[in-house]
């Protein structure tokens, strides 16, 4: 079955510095692989994903994540945060091979920005 | 255009009771699914409709639970009854009919269920 796992349940960084947030998976295939964003009151909003290809992935907003078969990672970056990023970011992987749809979350990371 | 819809945002609700959810996805999409998150923990995957079908409810957690999309519009989760480690946030989620690489969720704002 697959998994994934946020390490950081809490992050706070100072605007204007640089962010990284980590994602471990765990699937026995190639997986596709997702990071979400969740503003106060909103729903999720897609970020950036990864299927195949370019394992540096550019998504909106500024952000990149790169996919690490080796580790199991596909850790969220943004060299330089702005007070709106502060935010609930989820990690997600799907097994897309398979055709099934449900995604797997991780269980988020709560961004903080400082002024 | 509008977004995917959850009614209510919020319920409050005794531990018993029946409480019904609501998504309206967006207009012309055939996928719907539901989430949830408890607890602050991960967020689960419920169930996934095409249309009206019922393609996959494996996370659906037990019998308490019953999901409907009437006609392949809008859908429903009924909790009934209704217990304390329901509470949680309830995610709808939609997309176009398009092959896996090229989907993209859209996701309502959510309902949050209190059970007391």
């Known amino acids: 079955a697959q998994s994934v796992t946020q390490p950081d349940i809490h992050i706070t960084v100072s605007e204007g510095a640089s962010l990284e947030l980590r994602c471990n998976y765990s699937?026995?295939?190639?997986?596709?692989l997702f990071w979400y964003v969740q503003s106060p009151g909103q729903g999720l909003q897609l970020l950036l994903k990864y299927f195949s290809g370019d394992t540096l992935v550019q998504g909106i907003k500024g952000f990149e994540a790169e996919f690490k078969r080796s580790q199991s990672s596909f850790n969220l970056r943004k060299p330089s945060v702005h007070w709106s990023d502060a935010a609930e970011y989820f990690c997600?992987?799907?097994?897309?091979?398979?055709?099934?749809?449900?995604?797997?979350f991780g269980s988020g990371t709560r961004l903080q920005v400082q002024p | 255009e509008a977004g995917v819809t959850q009614f209510p945002s919020h319920s409050v609700i005794e531990k018993g009771q029946t409480v019904t959810l609501r998504c309206d996805p967006i207009?012309?999409?055939?996928?719907l699914y539901w989430y949830r998150r408890v607890m602050g923990k991960e967020i689960k995957f419920l169930l996934h409709?095409?249309?009206?079908?019922?393609?996959?409810e494996s996370g659906m957690p037990n019998n308490r639970f019953l999901a409907e999309r009437t006609g392949g519009t809008y859908s429903t989760l009924k909790v009934q009854p209704a217990e304390l480690e329901d509470s949680g946030v309830y995610f709808c989620?939609?997309?176009?009919?398009?092959?896996?690489?090229?989907?993209?969720?859209?996701f309502g704002s959510g309902t949050q269920l209190s059970v007391l």
């Open positions: 989620a939609s997309s176009l009919r398009q092959g896996s690489t090229n989907e993209k969720l859209f």
């Open positions: 699937y026995g295939a190639t997986p596709y």
């Open positions: 207009s012309g999409h055939d996928n």
């Open positions: 409709f095409v249309k009206e079908s019922k393609q996959d």
């Open positions: 997600a992987v799907g097994a897309g091979d398979t055709g099934r749809r449900a995604l797997t």
